[in-house]
DNA sequence: GTCTATAGATCGATAGAC
DNA sequence: GTCTATCGATCTATAGAC
């Protein structure tokens, strides 16, 4: 067999997908490196043992949607307008139900109760989420009315997502993106 | 050793709570026999295999559910008042996050996207809950108001469990319980 | 209680870049 | 040659199942 060259970051990019809609319990060791065309010992080599990969993988999807997230809202260039809809875009990629919905709420609930091991990254993830909303929010509204929609908002859409994917229909997130237009936009 | 008498009911009983909260991948077959003080052997009498037993369990949540949540509903005795009093406590009793919050939307981020075998059910039970809030909000909107209503008050109940388990803060669940009560009494 | 499959994890060997 | 990124093989524990 000749060798593979690969790198830590290409194998990221080829795991995230498989964990988000797979789930973390789901994806064994063997398929992830199956499926990134390398042997399992050489993840080893990148990754420490499981607990270690799922920890990188949940920090760049965090930082991935940080920088994308605060980039949009810290803008000079766009409108509120601009903002909400590049906003949407960067969920819908990030959340889109049929790729396995949000990967920190499926992580969140299929291991918070074991092990609290993702827990801090997860609350830290949520909490930009909320923060950033609440940005958006603050526009239109007060300080402490934004940060309450902002969680609502949140809550509506974790929900929508759920909900689109059990029933394979996208008018639950979709609903929840409309709402959270209107209240940024102040409809 | 003596026998031990038990009953599938007993079993069912006993193995819900520890599936709602640990989650039904992170459950062995082992761990819930011994935790109804059986043998493995003796469950595999009762559930012919794991995805029976899940199954089941489920179809009694779901029931369960049904029989209360619309034993409320359609009570004559019972003032609008009283009945949303009612069925926030039994959503608490069934979805409280400290002990796990919502099997079923706990199984299905953790299978929906393996195996569709328990979508169904799943679908099933979101379709009632939904039902049940709109019966409840057309005492003051329209049925079309009243479905869209449900589905955000589920979405933001689901999103609200969510929250409140990656924090240890009841607050979510809570908000997203006076939002659905504002609503229904049209406040 | 036992079987079989598979999980996570580790080790020693080596191809290939320098 | 050395170094290190990669491989093949293997260990141990535990899962579901009967």
Redesign the interface.
Known sequence: MPKVKTSKEEVLKKVIPILR???V??SSMSELSKACGIQKSHFYYYFSNKEDLIREVLATVHSYFNYNLFKIIESNALSLNEKVLKMKLLLDKLFRASD??CIM??T???T???DPTY?KE??SF?KDFILGLQQLLEVHHSTEKAL?LA??M???????I??T???DDPK?IN??MK?TETAILNL
């Open positions: 809609s797979r789930g319990q789901n396995g919905g709420a499926n969140a609930l299929e918070i109760h074991l827990k997860i609350q949520f309450l969680e609502q949140v809550q509506d859409i974790e929900g929508g759920l909900l994917q059990i029933y639950y609903n929840a709402r």
